[in-house]
Every structure is written in structure tokens, then in C-alpha cells.
């Protein structure tokens, strides 16, 4: 038996999960931090994150990404492109030597002189910057709202993203954290990527996921207005696959 489950999980607040039942998966920008032993790269990526956690283990997830969520099955995650990020040590010697081999392929760029050539070399050194987009340390600091957490193991959270080709127009696939370091500024860049969705049927929908049991009619108030996102017959299915962080807490 896999120790990873066929789900992949997105916590949010009640909101959030209402938009998305409505209106799937929006784009928007998170920002990163990778440290090395000796350098610390900070940017904006947009993403899409999610866990790669059972359901039983969810309880520690809970407390610190909120306690509404949705689950969908991993064909779908698959389909979609979705990849599990790549967790590296600050006390090693990789991320450091990375940034520094990428600052090398830049210097190299910048010298070609033949538009063609460097339109190409270009093209392959934007692919190696991709692989910054799925990295995370394994351990580092946790800043939630007004709490920072110490020591905390990314790993632990299994988490798997979904990005933006790198080679879409139009949107930016690095943001510089200075240009999204406020709450305002954030939201200026994610209005530039509104349009972008990240979808799904109602069929790739495993758990929905609320705090108590008295909100769990919210919900499917809440499918019922949606009309033109799920059928009668889906909403009854759909009421079935509904938890609440009181049973994962208690029960799982």
C-alpha cells in the first residue's frame, strides 16, 4: 500500500472555498524563499498549492492553512500537470550552487550577440529557472498572518503546485519580492493574472471540507446556486463527500 493517498488536498478559508466551487482554482502570486548556506533568493511565483497528505494525517495542516478545504483525485492533478515540489536543505551545498550556476548561464546569455542565438540560449535558460518554481527548503520559516513559526518542517506537508507554463505569455513567471512584499501590491499582480483558472469537474471532486456540522448546509445551498457548475444529481453525490475538521480531528 502507497503511503501517499489518491487525493491531493487545498486549504483556504470559507471564502475561498465558495469561490472555487464556483469559479475553480484562481492563479495568484505566492512568495518564496529559498536559503542556502550562504544566499537567500526571495521571489513571487504563481501558483496553485496543494497537499499530498491522508486524511488522518490532515490535523497539524488544518491548524495552520484553515479549515476549509477540497480534495481532488490525483487523474485529475495528472491531467492538469500538476508536479511535487522539490524540497532542498539550506545546509547543503545545492541551493547555493544552483543560483550560482544559473548567474553563470545569464552571464553567458548577456555576451551573445546574434539575435537567434540568444533568442534560443534564452528559451533553455528560462527552462532551468523553471525548476526554481517547484523548489522549497525542507525547513525554514513559517510566516502566517502574524505568526512566525521557527524550524518548521515544509517537508512534513508533502506539497505538490501548479504553475503557469513558463513560456505563457503575458504573465510574469518571477516577480521580484520587493514588487509584492504588502498585501496591496500582491493584489495588483494578481489582478494582472485574473482570467487565469485552474479547472475542474465536479467528477474530480473527492472531499469537501468544512469546519462544523452546521455549515455543511451552507454548502450545499451553496451547490445549489451554482447552476451552471453542478447538476441535481452531483449535488446529492457531492453532500456525500462532505467532512468537517471536527471528524479529522476527532474521528480520523
Known sequence: MSLHPEILFHFTDKDGLLNILEHTFKISYA??????KNEIREFGIPMVSFCDIKLSDLKDHIDKYGDYGIGLNKTWA?????????????????PDGFTSALNAL?????SILDDKKHKEFN?????????YRYLKNYEGELKRSKEVIKNYRFADEKEWRFVPS???????PFVPITKIKTKKQKMEYNNKINHLRLSFEPKDIKYIIVKDDHEIIDIVNHLKMVKNRFSSLEITQLQTRILTTEQIKTDM
Open 166 to 172: 513558463i513560456s505563457e505569455e503575458d504573465i510574469l
Open 31 to 36: 512568495r518564496e524563499r529559498i536559503q542556502g
Open 106 to 110: 545569464y552571464r553567458q546569455m548577456d
Open 123 to 131: 528559451e533553455t535558460y528560462m527552462k532551468f529557472m523553471d525548476i
Open 78 to 94: 495528472n491531467s492538469k500537470g500538476l508536479n511535487p515540489v522539490w524540497y532542498v536543505s539550506k545546509n547543503s551545498e545545492f
